[in-house]
């Protein structure tokens, strides 16, 4: 099993570029999320997912964009790049939501630079 | 809202030492509490988490982690610290919103 993987590991764009992130797992898990990270806060959710077919806002979801159109995979999409999108991006996946006995497992990470 | 707090941005322990990172949350009920290690360009593992039952839990690579109620703390600790365990460690609490809320880390390192 490969668990979760995300694709691209690293990315450079320039102000205003478009993007999207893959995330992809093999763990047959309902419940899927994108968070991000940055240097003294922690990981904080942009946007997550409940089921194929069915996104919702997280915490920092603004500039973002997500679709869920197979149970695999969840793609964060960003249409115009801003430098305070830099950070390092981690997709999770669980297989009940939060609020039952499970466990979220996360993907590598996608390191973007806005430039 | 909920909200987790881990004090120390960085600790340094001699290899060998004993090991304890804090952390405090803020919610109304008992929360699912994780503890999470990042190892360098790495993704987040999980060490160990507490749902219920005996506050005293068990993780992988000899980490454990006592929840305390009256203190709002899952603190995390380990008898003997080895130099692979220089990493970020974070906790989250789940309080059945979907998702985790993290606290800000914290980086171990391990002197020789």
């Known amino acids: 099993n490969a668990g979760v993987t995300q694709t691209p590991k690293f990315r450079v764009l320039k102000t205003g570029q478009s993007m999207t992130l893959l995330c992809a797992q093999d763990m047959n898990h309902e419940y899927m999320y994108w968070y991000r990270q940055d240097p003294g806060m922690g990981l904080r959710l942009i946007h997550y997912s409940v089921g194929e077919g069915t996104t919702a806002k997280g915490e920092v979801p603004d500039g973002y964009n997500v679709s869920r159109l197979k149970k695999q995979n969840f793609l964060l999409g960003l249409e115009s790049a801003a430098p305070s999108q830099t950070s390092v991006y981690f997709c999770?996946?669980?297989?009940?939501?939060?609020?039952?006995?499970?466990?979220?497992?996360f993907g590598p990470g996608t390191r973007l630079t806005v430039l | 809202a909920q909200s987790v707090t881990q004090p120390d941005i960085h600790i340094t322990v001699s290899e060998g030492a004993s090991l304890e990172l804090r952390c405090n949350y803020s919610?109304?009920?008992?929360?699912?509490l994780f503890w999470y290690v990042q190892s360098p360009g790495q993704g987040l593992q999980l060490l160990l988490k507490y749902f219920s039952g005996d506050t005293l839990v068990q993780g992988i690579k000899g980490f454990e982690a006592e929840f305390k109620r009256s203190q709002s703390s899952f603190n995390l600790r380990k008898p003997s610290v080895h130099w692979s365990d220089a990493a970020e460690y974070f906790c989250?609490?789940?309080?059945?919103?979907?998702?985790?809320?993290f606290g800000s880390g914290t980086r171990l390192q391990v002197q020789p």
């Open positions: 989250a609490v789940d309080t059945g919103r979907r998702a985790l809320t």
């Open positions: 999770a996946s669980s297989r009940l939501a939060g609020g039952s006995s499970d466990t979220q497992y």
């Open positions: 919610y109304g009920a008992t929360p699912y």
